[in-house]
């Protein structure tokens, strides 16, 4: 069973900066691909960044392009979504989710994440 603890939500003005952490149990951390999900109430759960175990492939959203930056540091089992130029449309409970499946690829899909951190709200103000 794979654990994942995020950190780093809060309440942030327009154009502000974050980075949400997310640190996961599990050793074989390389193994998993890994992404940066996001809800927002009334809305469904929707891909933000999507991150492979090497690190070397990363996808994002096209309303985050140029704005966020998802990493990870094997050697620490955790993965990063660096978020610039926030904008009130940004806001929701994102959450950070690992994929057991697939190292060297990534899915957009939720439905392919096994595994699951708690959700941290992320708010920005106009």
């Known amino acids: 069973q794979v654990q994942l603890v995020e950190s780093g939500g809060g309440l942030v003005q327009a154009g502000g900066s974050l980075r949400l952490s997310c640190a996961a149990s599990?050793?074989?951390?390389?193994?998993?691909?890994m992404g940066w999900f996001r809800q927002a109430p009334g809305k469904e759960r929707d891909v933000v960044a999507a991150?492979?175990?090497?690190?070397?492939?990363?996808y994002y959203t096209d309303s985050v392009k140029g704005r966020f930056t998802i990493s990870r540091d094997n050697a620490k089992n955790t993965v990063y979504l660096q978020m610039n130029s926030l904008k009130p449309e940004d806001t929701a409970v994102y959450y950070c989710?690992?994929?057991?499946?697939?190292?060297?690829?990534?899915?957009?899909?939720?439905?392919?994440?096994?595994?699951w951190g708690q959700g941290t709200q992320v708010t920005v103000s106009s």
């Open positions: 989710a690992a994929d057991a499946q697939r190292r060297t690829s990534y899915s957009r899909s939720a439905s392919a994440y096994a595994y």
């Open positions: 991150i492979t175990g090497s690190g070397g492939l990363t």
């Open positions: 599990e050793r074989t951390f390389s193994s998993f691909s």
